[in-house]
């Protein structure tokens, strides 16, 4: 490629907003007020899994400043599910619960009242009916033909391929034959790996201010990170026409993937709606971490096919992903996974299974990573333990396997921008590793003898 | 009891975008007659700095200064279609994007320019000051300022352009996989240094260096930025965080930043990284995307530090005291019953 010759790409130019961050004057959701506005609080489920045989608001009602409740029956299209945009299905999560909970801290119902004081009490002096059901909380365990039946189709897990007339219990990949490989192998290596939930911690809450407007639109002010994604998503579980929504954001305070589910928006559009005032729905820290959605647990079993000089001739991969009670971004997750579970190196033959299943925890949903930060953690700790295994050195292992450009990898993508091979020779060079001249002499153009595998 | 010190690597690609239900942003520019060009999009700055690269590509893209290119972003009543912020996709959907509406309007400056200097549109240049002028000749040339006024009052001439970039959908074959999940692969190589203490079970993190290979960096302080949260979100990872402590059980939740463990200053580990360039074949102006990878690889390189300490491999995250004192304690009575 030639050199560009570039005025401001590659200047370190301040950042616009960067004196309003330090100086606090950026205005976030938060810092939105309306002279009317209302406050809008959740009734929550206090168990994993549950019936729900009635609520009554009687004692909610009594409390001074409130003005109504909301549950699934005001909600027009209660079910749904975020990515039928992008051609998911089938809908499977509820705006509000209606007859069962499949997760603690699960939105049961709404309540809207004239402070935030008001609607927290009146949230707690809602009484919830409830008859706990056995949960399952292991993606192993969910599978088995004795677990709770979570989801109405009768599975545990998400169905792939619908759409092409198949009933898939995951995600395959499947590029030459691994059982013959493991036969020629001279050795075998094999790991499990567990990925945590973790918290997206954004310094900013989720949440969102809704304005009715006079010509009868509602301004949504909101700090998702796909304004137009929630819109839509927003107007299908309201049936209202896409242009009743005016969806306004700005400087999001951290989104990592965390402010892609539509939660806030929908219920607090319906209770606007409902009142014809401004409410406000922002989720407190303890919602954000207890109640929203985490980077999903992912389990991964691998096992590898390597040669005595490193070559790894088969990997064989299943994998179960924890989405928690509902879909949110999963499913597409684990695709994503799937394509990204073999690592950065050339493998001739692959075989993998990746499951989305669902348990009686918080849901799991996008983060940054999705889905590729629990397949690198796997594969690279998996690529240390086989170079234990055969005796040889990390980096050679990596160097002997990496993928090059013109190879095709398992999901037949044909790599075209690969330059790890020179990513981690800098890094060699950066803490002072030396690194034998055959492993130097390679680069990511060229493989060594001039074919690609 | 001891303290042992280990170093661990990894390398990882990560790959920007989406688009398994396709994977559109849309951009428009439109100059006023103050010399300011206004980038209207509908797209969410998530504090790591998308409205300021967009900036710098679309006066890069037109040819006029950064001063003189204002982010009119995140309402959808003005702002075109974006899908959102996520998957490493903004900077390079976005300033795709941005790259074809700034062609669009630059053909119309142009053409004023044109008419005003009295030469063929082909024979005039930006200088990226501020002024489209005559090549080899940049005496003979016009301040934007002037250009936009011309163009508005005098030619009747709107300034503006649009621009789109998809990455269309990619079906996924059921039987084999086969799919396109994404446009460019960016890559991070990272050496962890770790100091694990056997009688505590505690890992400290004493360095963090890695080399990335990022396509282009439009910004290299906010790369640097990436870097330096992505490197402690990583490690915080591998050995802090989790919302289920006794995972899968759901005991035991955090509520707060004082039960959910996050490192603090003192558990700063030294960062160092050097960024590497190979322009991608379809980002802007090379670009392939920084914004999620930071956090991978630490993740295992920390883990494979603490292996090459004290010899256990711990492959349940976080790797807290108490899995490495247990990891410990088994790998003592393995090495006890291997000696009878």
């Known amino acids: ?453 | 009891m001891a303290k042992h010190r280990g170093v661990g690597m990894a390398a990882v690609n990560y790959p920007t975008g989406m688009n398994l239900g396709g994977d559109p942003s849309q951009a428009l520019i439109h100059a006023t007659t103050t010399g300011t060009f206004v980038i209207t999009l509908s797209s969410t700055d998530l504090g790591q700095g998308l409205k300021t690269v967009i900036a710098q590509i679309g006066a890069e893209a037109l040819g006029v200064p950064f001063e003189n290119v204002l982010i009119d972003t995140a309402d959808t009543d003005t702002g075109p279609h974006c899908m959102g912020t996520f998957a490493s996709r903004a900077t390079h959907r976005v300033g795709n994007a941005v790259i074809r509406a700034a062609e669009e309007a630059r053909k119309v400056m142009f053409e004023v320019a044109s008419e005003e200097l009295e030469v063929a549109p082909e024979d005039l240049e930006t200088d990226g000051q501020g002024n489209i002028r005559v090549k080899g000749s940049p005496e003979h040339s016009i301040n934007i300022v002037d250009l936009a006024l011309a163009a508005h009052f005098k030619y009747g001439k709107t300034i503006s352009g649009r621009g789109m970039y998809i990455k269309p959908k990619s079906e996924v074959d059921p039987d084999t996989g086969a799919m396109d999940p994404d446009s460019t692969e960016a890559h991070a190589c990272t050496v962890a240094e770790v100091e694990v203490d056997d009688e505590t079970g505690e890992v400290k993190v004493l360095s963090i260096k890695s080399a990335y290979e990022i396509g282009r960096q439009v910004n290299p302080k906010l790369v640097e930025g990436q870097i330096q949260g992505g490197s402690l979100m990583g490690m915080a990872h591998a050995l802090y965080e989790t919302t289920a402590p006794y995972y899968p059980a759901i005991d035991h939740a955090p509520g707060g930043f004082n039960e959910y463990i996050v490192p603090g200053p003192q558990d700063q580990p030294e960062i160092e990284s050097v960024v590497l360039e190979y322009p991608s074949v379809n980002g802007p102006f090379g670009v392939k995307g920084v914004g999620e990878m930071t956090a991978n690889s630490p993740i295992p390189a920390i883990i494979n530090a603490i292996h090459d300490a004290v010899g256990v491999w711990i492959t349940e995250l976080p790797a807290t005291p108490e899995k490495i004192l247990r990891a410990l304690e088994e790998k003592r009575k393995e090495e006890e019953r291997g000696a009878e």
């Open chain 1, 1 to 453: 490629m030639t050199k560009q010759l570039l005025n401001v790409v590659g200047q370190s130019v301040h950042r616009r907003d960067g004196m309003g961050h330090v100086t606090g004057r950026t205005t976030f959701v938060d810092d939105i007020q309306f002279r009317d506005m209302l406050y809008l609080k959740m009734v929550r489920s206090p168990v994993p899994h549950a019936r729900i045989r009635g609520i009554d608001f009687s004692e909610a009602e009594k409390v001074p400043g409130f003005v109504r409740a909301l549950t699934h029956r005001d909600v027009p299209k209660n079910i749904y599910t975020i990515l039928c945009l992008i051609g998911v299905g089938p809908d499977e999560e509820p705006v509000l619960a209606e007859d069962r909970v499949l997760y603690k801290g699960e939105q049961i119902a709404a309540v809207v009242a004239e402070s935030e004081e008001a609607a927290v009490e009146a949230a707690s002096r809602v009484v919830v009916d409830l008859e706990e059901l056995p949960a399952v909380f292991d993606v192993e365990e969910a599978l088995k033909p004795d677990a709770p039946v979570l989801k109405p189709w009768g599975t545990n897990y998400f169905i792939y391929d619908y759409e092409y007339g198949q009933s898939n219990p995951c995600r395959k990949v499947r590029f030459g034959d691994v059982e013959k490989a493991f036969a020629e192998a001279d050795y075998i290596v094999e790991g499990r790996y567990q990925m945590s939930p973790i918290e997206h911690a954004p310094t900013e809450t989720t949440g969102c201010v809704v304005k009715p407007e006079p010509d009868g639109r509602y301004t949504v002010y909101t700090n998702t990170q796909a304004l137009f994604f929630t819109l839509d998503n927003s107007a299908l579980i309201l049936n209202i026409p896409f242009n009743k929504l005016h969806f306004v954001g700005g400087t999001v305070g951290g989104g990592f993937g965390g402010k892609v589910d539509v939660i806030v928006e929908p219920i607090a559009i319906l209770a606007a709606m409902k009142t014809g005032r401004p409410v406000k729905y922002v989720f407190s820290r303890e919602e954000e971490m207890r109640c929203s959605s985490t980077r999903g647990a992912w389990r991964m079993y691998f096992k590898d096919g390597v040669m005595k000089d490193g070559r790894i001739i088969a990997r064989k991969v299943t994998t179960y992903a924890d989405a928690g009670a509902y879909n949110r971004h999963t499913p597409y997750a684990v695709t994503k996974h799937a394509a990204n579970v073999a690592g950065p190196y050339s493998i001739p033959n692959v075989w993998i299974d990746a499951y989305c299943v669902y348990t009686n925890r918080q849901p799991g949903s996008a983060m940054r990573g999705f889905g590729v930060t629990p397949a690198s953690f796997a594969v690279e700790v998996q690529m240390d333990r086989i170079a234990h295994t055969i005796g040889m050195d990390p980096w050679e292992l990596r160097f002997i396997n990496a993928y090059r450009n013109g190879d095709v990898r398992p999901h037949r993508k044909v790599v075209e921008d690969a330059t790890l091979i020179e990513t981690m020779k800098a890094a060699a060079q950066l803490v002072g590793k030396e690194l034998p001249e055959h492993l130097l002499a390679m680069n990511s153009w060229d493989r060594e003898g001039g074919h690609h595998g």
